[in-house]
């Protein structure tokens, strides 16, 4: 089976071609500036150099961006595909489902009309998801179309986790209530360190930190998230690159008031100049902080202590409420790649069980990384949205085929 995985965003498209067979990347690629001047389309076959095309045309508009990429796969000196109907399925990242999806769905109608109902919640985000819906359903008529949400993952959280203590008719009227982000990952990465471990997931205890651009962290009992992070938005929970994470409340009435700031102005600044830009000055990227505290940077310095005394306290509580725990997993592009962030995290956790080898997790690409003392395995697991995204859309399209 082949099948397109496409993320739309408001400005871009991402796409990735897997043969399912083998979960092979045949290709993949990233238009950007979509509507905007000077917009790109990068393409990758498999492992190769990538192919860039700046022409217009293939920039103008998500239906053009589409078009370009269609085309560039069944191309014939560079395409993987000879027609697109070898394409047996789409899988769209779909940001909000809101309460209505609990889980991937096949794109009908009544589900387009239930995502386009979710914009209120995701109105940077689902608008650019319903158009590569839309646009991949014209250019590809037939070809089953798969949702997959970012939130689903999250709708397993009791009630105590996810409502507000704010008045109950909010949640009622407005639906304001956590919601939590980066599901896909966090379930990937969970189904990974089950297979690892080689333990069926429904009787593990996990804590996966997505720790990125944009970080969340979850707690997963029994293969199910059972609290997470981030909430109504993804600028709760941990400090991020540019993002405040959680503050108290009241510092947005204070910063209307004394910087003569309009609420849309502070919006803005907890969103984009906040995080661990916000504090250092410097960058909202970890190595560039790592660099300048290791030259000396207070504030760089101070700005990573920030971040993983949070990401600490958040493992405190989630090992409180799983009442125990297997595996600590990090991933993202800090998880993944920051030595020094995972051991100013775990350092301290000892009491825990869990336990660092320091050795180990200096070792690149190293999975396990904990002492073979350590009670709770501690696992670096690189995350792969679209390939969880491409299972799920197989799965609903083998569902389907099968007679009930
Ligand atoms: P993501 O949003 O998952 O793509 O993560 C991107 C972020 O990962 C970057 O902004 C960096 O802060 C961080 N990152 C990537 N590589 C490294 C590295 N080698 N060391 C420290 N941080 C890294």
């Not at 158009?131 to 250019?139: D, K, V």
Request: hydrophobic share 40%; with cysteine; charged share 20%.
């Amino acid at each position: 089976m082949v099948v397109l995985v496409v993320n739309c965003g408001s400005s871009s498209l991402k796409f990735q071609l897997f043969d399912m067979r083998s979960e092979e990347v045949l290709a993949r690629g990233l238009v950007e500036r979509i509507g905007l001047s000077g917009g790109k389309f990068k393409y990758y076959r498999g492992t190769e150099e990538p192919i860039e095309f700046t022409d217009s045309q293939v920039y103008a508009s998500h239906a053009n961006a589409l078009e370009a990429v269609l085309k560039a796969l069944t191309q014939r000196d560079y395409g993987v595909i000879s027609d697109i109907s070898t394409i047996n399925a789409v899988g769209h990242r779909v940001a909000h489902g809101g309460e209505l999806f609990t889980a991937a769905t096949l794109i009908t109608e009544e589900v387009l009309r239930g995502i386009k109902d979710c914009i209120s919640l995701a109105p940077l985000h689902n608008p650019a998801n319903v158009t590569g819906i839309e646009e991949c359903m014209r250019l590809m008529p037939g070809t089953p179309q798969v949702a997959v949400f970012d939130t689903a993952f999250h709708q397993t959280m009791p009630e105590e986790a996810y409502l507000y203590a704010i008045p109950y008719a909010y949640y009622q009227k407005h639906k304001i209530r956590r919601y939590g982000f980066h599901g896909s990952s966090h379930r990937y990465v969970a189904e990974q360190a089950a297979e690892l471990l080689n333990k069926p997931l429904d009787r593990l205890k996990l804590i996966s930190c997505h720790l990125g651009n944009g970080s969340s962290i979850c707690a997963i009992k029994e293969g199910r998230s059972i609290d997470t992070s981030m909430g109504f938005t993804p600028l709760e929970g941990l400090p991020m690159g540019s993002r405040s994470g959680t503050i108290d409340p009241a510092i947005i009435e204070f910063l209307v008031k004394k910087e003569n700031m309009s609420l849309d102005g502070v919006m803005e600044v907890l969103n984009k100049k906040s995080g661990v830009y916000g504090i250092s000055g410097v960058s909202s990227d970890f190595r560039d902080l790592e660099q300048a505290a290791a030259g000396g940077n207070h504030l760089c310095d101070v700005a990573i202590q920030v971040f993983c005394r949070s990401v600490k306290k958040y493992i405190g509580s989630y090992y409180a409420l799983l009442e125990g725990l297997d595996a600590l997993i990090f991933t993202a592009g800090i998880g993944e790649n920051s030595a020094l962030v995972r051991e100013k995290i775990c350092t301290g956790l000892e009491h825990m069980g869990i336990k660092l080898d320091r050795r180990r997790n200096l070792t690149p690409d190293a999975i396990t990384v904990s002492a073979e003392d350590s009670k709770v395995k501690i696992m670096v697991i690189s995350t792969n949205e679209e390939l969880l995204i491409a299972r799920d859309a197989q799965k609903i399209i083998l569902q389907r085929s099968i007679p009930s």
